[in-house]
C-alpha cells in the first residue's frame, strides 16, 4: 500500500460526460501528479501540482483540467468524455517536487 | 525529440538466474533516471533512483547502472524469483532535470519461471 488513494475505483459513463477522479497523497507529501495509462499509449504524464500550484504540464488536453486544494488533495476533471479518453488514470505524489514517486491504486474510466 | 526505448520483447528468464533490462534515451541527457515496477491493473511501485554521477546503484538484489557515455540504463535482477515477474518501466525527467515530469518507456515485461 503506498499511501496515496484514488476514487473512485471503476467509473462507467457515456460519451459526452463529464467526471471527476479524486486523489489524496501520501501524508506529507505536496507534490501531486496524474497521468493516464492505456493500452496503445504507456504511460503518459498530464499534470503536477505542487504544495496547490501547478508545477508542470503535459500532453494534457483542453477538455480535462485539474487542482490540489489546500489540504493536498487534487481532483482530475474530465469533460466531454471521447471513447478515446477509456484509461487507467493514476495518481502519483512525492514529497519535494522531484524525487521518487508513489502511486495510487488508479481509476479505471471507461467510456460508452 | 525525446525518446526512451525499452526492451520491446517479454523477457523470458528461469528462477534463479539474472534478468538484465535495458533502457536507452536519445537526444538528451537527463540528470538521473528511475525504474518502477508495474504488476497489471495496478500503479507503478518505485525501486531505484540513479543520478548522472552515479555510476551504478544497489539495493538488495536489485542492481542499476547509468552510462551517459552510451546513453543507457541496465537494470539487473539477480536470483530472480517468479515474484519477480512484472513489467519493468524506467523514468528519466523530461528535460535535463525539469522536475517531476518524467518520461515513462513502454516498459519491458519479465517473466520468471520455476
Same mark, same amino acid.
Given at each position: 500500500d503506498s499511501g496515496v488513494t484514488q476514487t473512485p475505483k471503476h467509473l462507467i459513463t457515456a460519451t459526452g460526460q463529464?467526471?471527476?477522479?479524486?486523489?489524496?497523497?501520501?501524508?506529507?507529501?505536496?507534490?501531486?501528479?496524474?497521468?493516464?495509462?492505456?493500452?496503445?499509449?504507456?504511460?503518459?504524464?498530464?499534470?503536477?501540482?505542487?504544495?496547490?500550484?501547478?508545477?508542470?504540464?503535459?500532453?494534457?488536453?483542453?477538455?480535462?483540467?485539474?487542482?490540489?486544494?489546500?489540504?493536498?488533495?487534487?481532483?482530475?476533471?474530465?469533460?466531454?468524455?471521447?471513447?478515446?479518453?477509456?484509461?487507467?488514470?493514476?495518481?502519483?505524489?512525492?514529497?519535494?517536487?522531484?524525487?521518487?514517486?508513489?502511486?495510487?491504486?488508479?481509476?479505471?474510466?471507461?467510456?460508452? | 525529440s525525446q525518446k526512451i526505448e525499452q526492451n520491446s520483447e517479454a523477457l523470458n528468464i528461469q528462477e534463479g538466474k539474472t534478468a538484465t533490462l535495458t533502457c536507452n534515451?536519445?537526444?538528451?541527457? $537527463?540528470?538521473? @533516471?528511475?525504474?518502477? %515496477?508495474?504488476?497489471?491493473?495496478?500503479? $507503478?511501485?518505485? @525501486?531505484?533512483?540513479? %543520478?548522472?554521477?552515479e555510476k551504478e546503484k544497489r539495493k538488495e538484489r536489485l542492481k542499476v547502472t547509468f552510462d551517459t557515455t552510451l546513453k543507457q540504463s541496465l537494470f539487473h535482477i539477480t536470483a530472480s524469483q517468479p515474484a519477480d515477474s512484472a513489467t519493468y518501466l524506467c523514468a528519466p525527467p523530461r528535460g535535463y532535470n525539469q522536475g517531476g515530469k518524467l518520461i515513462f518507456g513502454q516498459g519491458t515485461e519479465l517473466s520468471v519461471k520455476p
Open positions: 463529464r467526471v471527476t477522479l479524486r486523489c489524496s497523497p501520501r501524508s506529507g507529501d505536496l507534490s501531486v501528479y496524474w497521468y493516464q495509462q492505456s493500452l496503445d499509449q504507456g504511460l503518459q504524464f498530464l499534470i503536477q501540482y505542487y504544495n496547490g500550484e501547478e508545477r508542470a504540464k503535459g500532453n494534457i488536453l483542453e477538455r480535462f483540467s485539474a487542482q490540489q486544494f489546500p489540504d493536498l488533495h487534487s481532483e482530475l476533471n474530465l469533460s466531454s468524455l471521447e471513447l478515446g479518453d477509456s484509461a487507467l488514470y493514476f495518481c502519483a505524489s512525492s514529497v519535494e517536487a522531484v524525487g521518487e514517486q508513489y502511486f495510487g491504486p488508479g481509476t479505471r474510466l471507461t467510456v460508452t | 534515451y536519445t537526444n538528451y541527457s $537527463p540528470a538521473y @533516471l528511475q525504474w518502477y %515496477r508495474q504488476d497489471p491493473g495496478r500503479g $507503478p511501485v518505485f @525501486l531505484l533512483l540513479i %543520478r548522472e554521477n
